[in-house]
C-alpha cells in the first residue's frame, strides 16, 4: 500500500531563509508525487508533481523538489521564505497516477519577520 | 467563472441527524472525489466517482454515502452512523482520474 511520512508538524523558518520540508513515501510500484499547499479554511492547490522523467521538479511560488528513488524521498525547497509561504503544505503519493491519493500528515510553515 | 462550489462553508447538526454536504463543479469532469480532514491526519479519500451514475468507496467510506445522478453534482451524505463526523470536507474534481484535481474550498461540519 502506498503512504507518505512528513516529520514535523510545524516548521518555523525566518523570512529570507531555506525553507525544506521533507516526504518519504511508501510505493510497491514507482509512484507518482505530488506537493500541495492550503491556506487557512480553504481548499488544496498543486505546488508542483512528479511523474516521470527530470527528477528535480520546479513548481509554482519559486518551488521545487526532488525525487530520489535510492532514498524514497520528495523534499520540497524553497531559496528565499516570504511572509506569503505561511501556510499547510501537504505531500502525497499515487501508485498509477490517478487522484486516488495517500495523503501525508501536513507541515504548518511559519515565516518569521 | 469555472470551479467548485461546495456550501455550505459552515454547517453545525446535531448528533444522530443524517446531513448532506453539496458540492457542484461547472468544469465539464469527469471524476469527483470527497476528502476528509482532520487536525494533523492529512486527507483521507472517503469516496470516487470516475463517471456519472458511478462510485467507489474509499479509504473511509463507513458512515458515509455519495450519489452520481449528474455530472457536475456530487453530494456527500453525512449518516447517523459515522461515529465521529466533525471534520473538514473537501470535495474535488478532475477531467480524468489521471489529470490534475482541483479542490473546492471545504465545508467544516461541527457535530454537537
Known amino acids: 500500500a502506498q503512504s507518505v511520512t512528513q516529520l514535523g508538524s510545524h516548521v518555523s523558518v525566518s523570512e529570507g531563509a531555506l525553507v525544506l520540508l521533507r516526504c518519504n513515501y511508501s510505493s510497491s510500484v514507482p509512484p507518482y508525487l505530488f506537493w500541495y499547499v492550503q491556506y487557512p479554511n480553504q481548499g488544496l492547490q498543486l505546488l508542483l508533481k512528479y511523474t516521470t522523467g527530470a527528477t528535480l521538479v520546479k513548481g509554482i511560488n519559486g518551488f521545487e523538489a526532488e525525487f530520489k528513488k535510492s532514498e524514497t524521498s520528495f523534499h520540497l525547497t524553497k531559496p528565499s521564505a516570504h511572509m506569503s509561504d505561511a501556510a499547510e503544505y501537504f505531500c502525497?503519493?499515487?501508485?498509477?497516477?490517478?487522484?486516488?491519493?495517500?495523503f501525508g500528515k501536513g507541515n504548518q510553515v511559519v515565516v518569521i519577520p | 467563472d469555472g470551479g467548485i462550489t461546495q456550501s455550505p462553508k459552515y454547517l453545525f447538526r446535531k448528533e444522530g441527524q443524517n446531513v448532506t454536504l453539496s458540492c457542484e463543479q461547472n468544469l465539464n469532469h469527469d471524476a469527483m472525489y470527497w476528502y476528509r480532514q482532520d487536525p494533523g491526519q492529512g486527507l483521507r479519500l472517503i469516496y470516487y466517482s470516475q463517471i456519472v451514475n458511478d462510485f467507489q468507496k474509499g479509504d473511509i467510506a463507513e458512515g458515509y454515502s455519495v450519489s452520481r445522478e449528474k455530472k457536475e453534482s456530487f453530494p456527500l451524505t453525512v449518516t447517523s452512523a459515522q461515529k465521529n463526523p466533525t471534520a473538514f470536507y473537501l470535495c474535488?474534481?478532475?477531467?480524468?482520474?489521471?489529470?490534475?484535481?482541483?479542490f473546492g474550498q471545504g465545508t467544516r461540519l461541527t457535530v454537537v
Open positions: 474535488a474534481s478532475s477531467m480524468t482520474e489521471n489529470t490534475e484535481a482541483f
Open positions: 502525497a503519493v499515487s501508485e498509477d497516477g490517478n487522484n486516488r491519493l495517500a
